[in-house]
C-alpha cells in the first residue's frame, strides 16, 4: 500500500497497512532546512512565494518520511484577502486596523481565489508535481470564530474577551461577520480541492476560549456551513481540529468532518465516546514528548496507538498540536518510525 493509499484510508475510516503520521506545523523552525530558506525572507514573503512554500512543504516528508503533507501556508490570509490588511512578523500576527463593529463587517468582500489567493494555489500546483503521488497534500484554512477573533481583537489573545463581547452581544454582527467568513473559506477551499488537494484540515485553534453553549453558536455552525458548502461529490476527506476542546469534540464531529482531531487532553478511547463512530480519529501525542529519551517516546507512542486500538475506526497519528519550535529533528523521526512500526501492545 502506498503512503498516499494509506492517509486517505484512514480517514475514510478503514484500516490501511499501518497507521499513517503526520505533524501539525511539521514544516517549521525545528528543521535547520526551513530556517535557512526562512533566514532569506519573511514570514509573509515565504506564504507568499510559490516556490519557497512548494519547498518548505516537501521537507518534512523527505526529511522524517511522514505519510502527508500539509500545504505551508497561514489562516490568516483569508482575512487579508477579505480586505484586511495583516502584519506577520516576529511579534505574531497583527491586524493594525481591527473590526470595530458592524460597518467594518460589511466593508469586508469575499475573495476570488484564482485571483486574489492565486499564489496559495500556485503552491499546490507545484507541491503536487513534485509530490509525484508519494503522499497526499492536505490544505487548509483557519475555522470561522477563529478567523473573527484574530479579525476583532487585531492580535493574539489570552482570552479573547474584545471578540467573545462584540460577537455574543450583536448577534446580527456575529451572523454577518461569520457568514461572510464562512463563504469566503468555501470557496477558497473548494478551490484547493481543484487545484489537487487530496484532503483539507479546518483549525479552531481557539475553540477552546468558547463556552459549549457559545461554541453553539458561534464555532460550530459555521464550519458546518463551510462543509455544506463544498462541491456534493466532493471525495477528499476534511479534518476539523481545535485546541482545548474536549468538551467540543461533540459538535466537532457533528459539523460532518470526516475526521476530528483530538488534542493531548482527552485520551482517543475517551474521545471515541464524545466523537461517535462516524468520524475518524487523528491525533494525540503531547508535542512534548518528543523532547524525552527515545523510551519515554516509544512508551506514549505506544500509549497513544493502543487507545487508537481500543477506540476502534480510523486513526491518524498526529501530535496533540503543533511541533515545538526546539524539537529535536531525530527525535520527530523517531516518532514516525515507531508508528510506522506499530509497537504491538507488551
Excluded at 167 to 175: I, P, R, S, V, Y
Excluded at 176 to 203: E, H, V
Excluded at 246 to 254: H, I, M, N, S
Excluded at 297 to 311: F, G, N, P, Q, S
Aim: contains cysteine; charged residues 25%; glycine residues 8%.
Amino acid at each position: 500500500m502506498s503512503r498516499e493509499d494509506r492517509f486517505i484510508k484512514a480517514c475514510r475510516g478503514d484500516q490501511p497497512d499501518c497507521t499513517p503520521v503526520w505533524f501539525m506545523r511539521q514544516a517549521g523552525r525545528y528543521l535547520k532546512e526551513y530556517r535557512a530558506v526562512r533566514a532569506k525572507v519573511s514570514f509573509l514573503t515565504l506564504c507568499k512565494t510559490p516556490d519557497l512554500a512548494a519547498e518548505v512543504t516537501m521537507q518534512p516528508v523527505d526529511i522524517l518520511g511522514v505519510d502527508a503533507a500539509i500545504l505551508f501556508s497561514d489562516i490568516l490570509v483569508v482575512p487579508e484577502a477579505m480586505g484586511m490588511h495583516l502584519v506577520l512578523d516576529d511579534a505574531g500576527p497583527q491586524f493594525p486596523e481591527p473590526l470595530r463593529g458592524p460597518a467594518d463587517a460589511r466593508r469586508l468582500h469575499v475573495p476570488d481565489p484564482e485571483r486574489e489567493l492565486r499564489y496559495v494555489l500556485d503552491a499546490i500546483r507545484l507541491i503536487r508535481k513534485q509530490l509525484a503521488g508519494k503522499v497526499p497534500l492536505i490544505g487548509f484554512c483557519g475555522a470561522p470564530w477563529t478567523l473573527a477573533a484574530y479579525m476583532i481583537e487585531g492580535h493574539t489573545s489570552r482570552s479573547f474577551e474584545r471578540a467573545k463581547a462584540a460577537l455574543l452581544a450583536d448577534e446580527a454582527f456575529a451572523h454577518d461577520l461569520l457568514t461572510r467568513i464562512s463563504d469566503a473559506l468555501t470557496s477558497y477551499l473548494q478551490a484547493q480541492l481543484d487545484t489537487g488537494a487530496d484532503a483539507l484540515q479546518i483549525f479552531d485553534s481557539w475553540a477552546g476560549a468558547l463556552a459549549p453553549s457559545d461554541y453553539a453558536r458561534l464555532g460550530a455552525p459555521y464550519i458546518a456551513q463551510v462543509l455544506q458548502g463544498l462541491r456534493r461529490d466532493r471525495k477528499q476527506p476534511v479534518i476539523v481540529f481545535g485546541v482545548e476542546t474536549g468538551e467540543l469534540l461533540g459538535q466537532l464531529a457533528a459539523t460532518g468532518a470526516d475526521v476530528v482531531g483530538v488534542d493531548w487532553r482527552v485520551p482517543l478511547d475517551e474521545a471515541r465516546g464524545r466523537v461517535g463512530p462516524a468520524a475518524a480519529l487523528q491525533g494525540n501525542l503531547d508535542p512534548a514528548s518528543l523532547f524525552l529519551p527515545a523510551p519515554a517516546i516509544e512508551a506514549r507512542v505506544r500509549r497513544v496507538l493502543e487507545e487508537a486500538r481500543r477506540a476502534r475506526g480510523g486513526h491518524v497519528f498526529n501530535l496533540g498540536h503543533g511541533i515545538l519550535p526546539a524539537t529535536p529533528v531525530e527525535n520527530a523521526k523517531l516518532a514516525v518510525e515507531l508508528v510506522h512500526r506499530g509497537l504491538p501492545a507488551r
